[in-house]
């Protein structure tokens, strides 16, 4: 899909590669909303004729407050594009608000906006739904089991909204990166460590590098849309030889992380 004179949401747009986006976005021609739980003023105040709004997206009425706004703002919303994103917890012991809070931005963020959105595109005909899901929604994200099951819960409602609605007009995209250099990768959490593991396998790209290869997905409609072009042979690799795969996820992770 061309963006020029196109109406985008953009969450998780406050820095990193949710504001890389809008930037990329606006500069094809996009109309831009961009949603944070960090006001994105400063970056909407550079990209003229965009709109900040500030919202919490871990209930369903944050984002329907959203789509309502965005939509009092622009009328009809022709993308919307679910990446905020949460890096929490390490395994099954953590407490239940960090798997609570993990679901609720990095999956169910994406079902209730297309809860909110797909009426009016499937009357339509027409809408463009994208989602930042990870590398580790393909594989894993070695040091946070939260991470790696609403990673992998994002993809799958990706790909089911695809399989079940692409007839009737709707497109999808899920953005599936390795190392990003952003305040994610770079925090000391658990992913923190687990950051280490990334910048360890890959090339760690920049959020403006990534927008780029974003944006010609968008153009060539494509469901995954893989920066890391490595990933889709590590996910081949996965499905052929599962046992050999773990068994090398193993190495690295006593390797970088010592256990
Ligand atoms: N950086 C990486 O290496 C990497 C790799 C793969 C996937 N990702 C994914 O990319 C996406 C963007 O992350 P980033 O790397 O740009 O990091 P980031 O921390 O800069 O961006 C995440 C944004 O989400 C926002 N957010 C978090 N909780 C929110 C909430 N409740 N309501 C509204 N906004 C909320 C944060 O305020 C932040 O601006 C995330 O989904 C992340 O999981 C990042």
Known sequence: MELSDRHVVITGAAGGIGSALARRFHAAGARVILADQVAPTSVAASLPGSIAVQVDLSSEQGNIDLIDRAESEFGTIDLFFANAGVALGTDPMDDEEVWDLSFAINTHAHRWAAR????????????????????????????????????????????????????????????????????????????????????????????????????????????????????????????????????????????????
């Open 116 to 259: 909110r959105l797909l009426p009016a595109w499937l009357e339509r005909g027409e809408g463009y739904f994208c989602s930042t899901a990870s590398a580790a929604g393909l594989l894993a994200q070695i040091g946070s089991a939260p991470y790696s099951l609403t990673k992998h819960a994002a993809v799958a409602f990706a790909e089911w909204m695809s399989i079940t609605y692409g007839a009737r007009g709707l497109r999808v995209s899920c953005l599936c990166p390795q190392g990003v250099n952003t305040n994610m990768l770079a925090q000391s959490s658990p992913i923190g460590d687990g950051g280490e593991v990334v910048r360890s396998v890959g090339a760690v790209l920049e959020p403006d590098v990534v927008a780029d290869i974003v944006y010609q997905g968008i153009l060539d409609e494509r469901l995954l849309i893989l920066p890391h072009p490595e990933v889709a042979d590590y996910l081949k690799f996965k499905a052929t030889e599962p046992e050999k795969w773990v068994a090398g996820m193993q190495r690295l992770q006593r390797r970088v992380l010592g256990y």
